[in-house]
């Protein structure tokens, strides 16, 4: 991995970290969610998605899982490697490696979820705190 390389990981990284903790919205890229966005999100995916108060998501910026990962590649390079877990998945399909070479910044995918790995063991994340079965 090249200097210029390790500085952008870095970056992913500490921007990724800077967003724990915001609010899970099933279908949030990185927006701040208005009435409007959460209705459309609503309508697309249905109410079940979204059981908290609405004044709990409005004015706040909103991710699921992969629209954390969408998000911070698309803010700090650019580059738009997918909307949903699925297209990350398909898109970085021909980067794939093995599990001893993972580096820093490389996005881990399981059925349905994508995480970040942020090297030594530990990953970041959005994820549902909701109990099972509204979290998922």
Request: net charge negative; charged share 25%.
């Amino acid at each position: 991995m090249t200097e210029e390389d390790k500085e952008v990981v870095n970056k992913v990284i500490e921007l990724a970290e800077e967003k724990i903790g915001f609010q899970y919205v099933w279908g949030g890229k990185g927006e701040i969610m208005t009435g409007e966005r959460l209705d459309e999100l609503i309508g697309y995916y249905g109410e079940s998605y979204y059981p908290l108060k609405r004044e709990t998501y409005i004015g706040n910026q909103a991710f699921d899982c992969s629209g954390l990962t969408y998000w911070i590649y698309k803010e700090l390079t650019g580059v738009e490697i997918g909307y949903s877990t699925y297209d990350q998945e398909e898109t970085l399909q021909g980067y794939e490696v093995d599990k001893e070479d993972i580096q820093p910044g490389d996005l881990i995918f399981t059925p349905g979820h994508v995480v970040l790995y942020k090297g030594k063991g530990k990953i970041i994340n959005a994820y549902n705190k909701l109990p099972y079965p509204l979290g998922g």
